[in-house]
């Protein structure tokens, strides 16, 4: 690990002279290194690389990677992207991942203000990847590897056809959420019963007999008969697996029964990609706005010199309020942002502890300033031991809520075209948590592989109040039994809109059609 700091990446043997950084914008390159550096960021050594708008379009399709396994979504995203920003509506300035070195694609067309402020932009990015210990496991050669299953997938269908190898696809990346996001953080310890112990706890079952007459009526072949009957029934009613996993898609290509070779390989191609991605999604406010963070206290002087100059301030400014403006939804850019400033400024000035949390007097918590000034080393440690959802729960505030206006809001039940704003900051704080869980998706867990001795899947929806769609449930049954190709069912709790009920259903699919029983 590059506990040095934060370096350039060296080799320039790309073969394209457009793609690497002019003599300028690489001395700039390495100023800014040495004020990261000094500041305590480190990461694996970066690697810039400057494409044209339609390039970078095209990797952002990718999710940051020139190759993927070839696919139709790809070049539908692709076609969105492009023309957003053919039409002025959006525009990408760079795109940095989580590989080692670090590869970060800058647009060419960037003013110089804008490339110094991505390339500290970027130095957060690294720093993030390289610190959070979520991102601890991940593959850092996923370059390489992703380029490998892109190769591989168009062998498949240079051999197969193109038709039968997208059609598997397709039901593969339906299903490239269904992954356990702590898979490679947790060891799962599953306990196994001995046979010997089992023999002591369970007797074998025999005939009634005196004791004098017990070698005959149940004689030793017999016995044997007995036990053997007994390790069979035992071993239908095991479960499997022995406890739930949220690791469907890894279930799936362990133990589906027909698949072919090429299949469970696409398959546990999609799953390896899948949790490469899975700390992206648990993190993305929080490395949004270190990153932003970062930036904007070495452009503005806050740390260090200031890396704008005095004729760039305006078009910094203007650039820094289009990043962290509040549309209809969350910007992660700016939550993430005002949150860090939040608690720096919190722990600077003592705000934290039993003392502060004890105090009844709201003029004096405002005027509260013990002079400590822990901030930097509190939001080090934070970007370092959090994901988002506990960054939310641990440090979101009531006043940071008052200060930032944060609202949830819901259609009114009466008449949806009005809605209901709630400003409580619990209800707010829940809203959020819920939103932040499992990348705001429901929680789906394979509960049972052989469900009634059938060799069916039961599979369970955990009502954490993320309600399951019917339409995107009954879909993802259909395409399971795709590759399991037998029956599928989910348990979940349907609630109604009217009385606020609870049901637990069952909704099922065998192939032919889509049945629900209450349970």
């Known amino acids: 690990m590059a506990d040095n700091g934060i370096s350039l990446f060296q080799d320039t043997s790309n073969g394209f002279p457009t793609h690497e950084l002019d003599p300028k914008l690489r ?28 390039e970078l379009n095209a990797i952002a ?26 039409w002025g509506q959006s525009k990408i300035y760079e795109l940095v991942i989580n590989t080692n070195p670090v590869i970060a694609y800058l647009l060419n067309t960037n003013t110089t203000m804008d490339q110094k ?55 593969a990346m339906s299903l490239n959420n269904l992954v356990d996001p702590y898979t490679s953080h947790i060891k799962r310890q599953h306990g196994k019963t001995e046979e010997k112990d089992f023999e002591e706890a369970v007797a074998v079952p025999k005939l009634r007999a005196n004791e004098y007459m017990d070698r005959y009526i149940n004689p030793e072949e017999f016995m044997k008969l007995q036990k053997k009957r007994m390790k069979e029934e035992q071993a239908k009613r095991r479960k499997f697996p022995e406890d739930p996993t949220r690791d469907i898609l890894g279930f799936l290509v362990e133990h589906a029964p027909s698949l072919e070779r090429w299949q469970r390989n696409i398959l546990g191609m999609t799953r390896e990609e899948a949790t490469y991605f899975s700390p992206q999604i648990m993190t993305k406010i929080m490395n949004e706005g270190w990153a932003t963070h970062i930036h904007s206290s070495f452009m503005t002087g806050m740390e260090g010199p200031g890396l704008c100059d005095h004729s760039e301030v305006i078009d910094y400014c203007d650039s820094q309020s289009r990043a962290i403006a509040q549309g209809k939804s969350i910007n992660p850019y700016r939550l993430g942002l005002a949150l860090f400033r939040d608690i720096e400024e919190r722990w600077n000035k003592g705000r934290f502890g039993l003392e502060y949390e004890r105090c009844d007097s709201m003029e004096q918590k405002a005027n509260w300033d013990t002079g400590a000034m822990l901030g930097k080393e509190k939001i080090f440690q934070v970007r370092r031991t959090d994901n988002d959802l506990t960054f939310l729960d641990r440090y979101l505030t009531p006043e940071f809520c008052k200060e930032q206006k944060l609202f949830s809001w819901k259609p009114n039940e009466y008449d949806p075209s009005h809605i209901e704003v709630e400003r409580e900051f619990t209800k707010v704080k829940t809203k959020f948590l819920r939103m932040m869980a499992n990348g705001g998706q429901p929680v789906i867990q394979l509960d049972d592989g052989n469900y009634q001795n059938k060799g069916e899947i039961k599979l369970s929806h955990v009502n954490d109040g993320q309600e399951l769609d019917p339409k995107k449930g009954k879909h993802t049954l259909e395409n399971i039994y795709k590759i399991w190709t037998r029956p599928v069912h989910i348990q979940t709790l349907e609630v109604d809109e009217n009385t606020g009920s609870e049901t637990h259903v069952l909704w099922s699919y065998d192939g032919k059609q889509h049945t629900r029983s209450v349970l």
């Open 27 to 54: 001395k700039k390159a390495y100023e800014i290194f040495e004020m990261a550096r000094e500041y305590g960021l480190t990461s694996f050594p970066i690697r810039f690389i400057p494409v044209s708008p339609k």
């Open 61 to 86: 399709a990718y999710d940051g990677f020139p190759r993927r396994m070839p696919h139709w979504s790809y070049g539908m995203d692709f076609e969105s992207i492009h023309t957003r920003h053919v």
């Open 117 to 171: 402020l991505v390339m500290i932009h970027v130095c957060g990015h690294a720093d993030f990847f390289f610190n959070n210990n979520w991102f601890q496991h991940t593959d850092r050669n996923m370059l390489d590897q992703m380029a490998n299953n892109a190769s591989r997938v168009h062998r498949y269908i240079n051999r197969l056809g193109e038709s039968k190898v997208e059609d598997f696809t397709d039901i």
